[in-house]
């Protein structure tokens, strides 16, 4: 007999995960892993991390506010949460399976490989799933956006409606 036992979950119990990062602002590609990531589990959570090396365009409840707004009052299966230190930890505290990143080119793989094993070597009970980032939005970033929007290029379609409007509002002032 196999020293390794596989983990086994209760069939009851709501299947979560932790869909984290920094959201500023939200785009249509993490939209795209948001409900593609809501066919796998029974809910997501939006966990908006804390990076002391980034300086965010938006603040802490700007981006919860924007993230809120795409998912509309009705929809249960999707929590916006903040999330500090260990993010692993937070999943387990919170009883998720698992972490949803989305990978866009080869060059993210190698980052998240190393992130998910190391993340897997303190909390075994919380796996990492990699999503491949739609085509059509597999060159967009958070940064892209910004920068695109800060010298007046059109973001329209790249991301929500009401987030592009923040952006042209933050901009013009």
Known sequence: MSSYEPLVREKTKARIAVYPGTFDPITMGHLDIIQRGLTLFDKIIVGIAKNPSKQPLFELEERKEMIRACFGP??????????????????????????????????????????????????????????????????????????????????????????????????MT
């Open 74 to 171: 009705d929809e249960e299966r999707v929590e916006v949460d903040e999330v500090s230190g260990l993010l692993v930890d937070y999943a387990y505290r919170r009883g998720a399976m698992a972490l949803i990143r989305g990978l866009r080119a080869v060059s993210d793989f190698d980052y998240e490989f190393q992130l998910a094993l190391m993340n897997r070597r303190i909390e075994r009970e919380v796996e990492t799933v990699f999503l491949m980032t739609g085509f059509r939005w597999i060159y967009i970033s958070s940064s892209i956006i910004k920068d695109a929007a800060r010298h007046g290029g059109d973001v329209g379609g790249l991301v929500p409606d009401h987030v592009c409007e923040r952006l042209r509002e933050r901009f």
